[in-house]
C-alpha cells in the first residue's frame, strides 16, 4: 500500500540551528515528490516539487532533495519565522494520479 | 486575487442536519480536490474531479457528496451530519493536464479551509 512517513513528527531548534526534516515513501510508481508549508488556522502553501531521484531544489533557508525511497528538507540557520506545519506529499503515477500526504514536522524555531 | 477560496471558513451545526460548503477557483486549473484533515492534522483525499469528471472516490460515506457545475467550481454537500465529521475541509487545485503521464507544474494549491464542528 502506498504510504508517506514524516520524522521527526515534532522538532524544537534554536535560531541559526540547522536541521533536516525527513520524508519517506513507499509508492508503486512516483509522479511527483511535494513539500508543503502550513500555517495555523491556514490551508497549505506549496514549497517544492521534485520529480525523480537526485532532484534538488532551494528556496531561501530552504533545500529540498529527492533519493528513490525519501526526500529531505533541510532548514539552514533557521528564523523564528520558519516556525510551521511541514508537510510532504506524493503523487503517484496510476490513472488517478492520487496525492498522498504524510502526517507532517511541527517546527518550531525558538529566538 | 484569492486563487482558491472556500464558504463558509467557520460552519457550526446539530447532527442530523445538511451542509453544503462551496469551493472557486480563478487559476484556470482543470482538477479540483477535496480533503480533510482531522484533529492530527492529517490530509487524507475525499474526492478528486478532472474536467468535471469525477477520477478519486475515496472511501468516503455516501452523505458526502461532490458537484462540479464548472472547471472552476467544486461543491461539497453533506447530508445528516454525525459528530465525526467535525474537522477542517480543504478544497484544493491543480493543473493535471488531463492527467498527462508527464506532469508540468502540477503542485496544488489550497483554499484556507472550513471547520466544520458538529454539536
Known amino acids: 500500500e502506498d504510504q508517506v512517513t514524516q520524522s521527526p513528527e515534532a522538532l524544537r531548534l534554536q535560531e541559526g540551528e540547522s536541521s533536516s526534516l525527513n520524508c519517506s515513501y513507499t509508492?508503486?510508481?512516483?509522479?511527483?515528490l511535494f513539500w508543503y508549508r502550513q500555517d495555523p488556522g491556514k490551508g497549505p502553501e506549496f514549497l517544492f516539487t521534485?520529480?525523480?531521484a537526485g532532484e534538488e531544489k532551494e528556496k531561501e533557508r530552504l533545500k529540498a532533495t529527492l533519493t528513490k525511497k525519501e526526500s529531505f528538507l533541510h532548514i539552514t540557520a533557521p528564523k523564528p519565522e520558519d516556525s510551521a506545519t511541514y508537510l510532504c506529499a506524493v503523487q503517484e503515477d496510476s490513472g488517478t494520479y492520487k496525492y498522498i500526504f504524510g502526517t507532517g514536522t511541527r517546527l518550531k524555531v525558538l529566538a | 486575487d484569492t486563487a482558491v477560496s472556500q464558504t463558509p471558513k467557520y460552519l457550526v451545526t446539530q447532527m442530523g442536519n445538511d451542509k453544503s460548503i462551496k469551493c472557486e477557483q480563478n487559476?484556470?486549473?482543470?482538477?479540483m480536490y477535496w480533503y480533510k484533515q482531522d484533529s492530527k492534522k492529517f490530509l487524507k483525499i475525499m474526492f478528486s474531479?478532472?474536467?468535471?469528471?469525477?477520477?478519486i472516490n475515496e472511501t468516503v460515506p455516501n452523505r458526502f457528496s461532490p458537484k462540479s457545475p464548472d472547471k472552476a467550481h467544486l461543491n461539497l454537500h453533506i447530508n445528516s451530519l454525525e459528530l465525526g465529521d467535525s474537522a477542517v475541509y480543504f478544497c484544493?487545485?491543480?493543473?493535471?493536464?488531463?492527467?498527462?503521464?508527464?506532469?508540468?507544474?502540477?503542485?496544488?494549491?489550497f483554499g484556507p479551509g472550513t471547520r466544520l464542528t458538529v454539536l
Open positions: 521534485l520529480y525523480s
Open positions: 487559476l484556470g486549473h482543470d482538477t
Open positions: 484544493a487545485s491543480s493543473q493535471e493536464g488531463s492527467m498527462s503521464p508527464l506532469p508540468t507544474y502540477n503542485e496544488q494549491f
Open positions: 474531479y478532472n474536467n468535471k469528471e469525477l477520477i
Open positions: 509508492v508503486s510508481g512516483l509522479r511527483g
